[in-house]
């Protein structure tokens, strides 16, 4: 027999295994989860959001942090173009995040690096000033 505690347990261990199959095929470049259904069907689903996002940028890192001192100009260019693609299809997952906590310190942290990442250096300096702000108030 079947309680409500065990279905919760399998619904949630369900709800991971389908996040963990769209990050693995988000992370392989086929499609922009937080441009499909994720947002559909759980509009709400902040986890779901900020992970594909940090999914994105932590790609990008990792491009940054292991490529060679020796690349050429050209490979350098490649490097930074796919580091900006990346860091796009980040942002708008980290901004519904946003929408929906504006006051989550990881997401706005979050927001801070991807425009400082594309270069966007007003916007990050904004998040910044919103991030002190909170934590300012945190403190007190």
Known sequence: MK???NLHY???IGETIRYTILF???FL???NPCKSQITET???DYNGKYNTAILYYNKAVNIINTARYDITLAQLSDLQDTNIVLCKQALPCMEMG???EPENEN???GLAGLYFALNE???SREFKEKLDIIKGTKEE
Do not use: C, D, H, Q
């Open 3 to 5: 309680t409500l505690s």
């Open 10 to 12: 399998e619904r949630r």
């Open 24 to 26: 693995i095929i988000a």
């Open 29 to 31: 470049g086929f499609y």
């Open 42 to 44: 759980e509009p709400n």
């Open 98 to 100: 946003f929408e929906e």
């Open 107 to 109: 997401i706005l942290v």
């Open 121 to 123: 250096l007003e916007k």
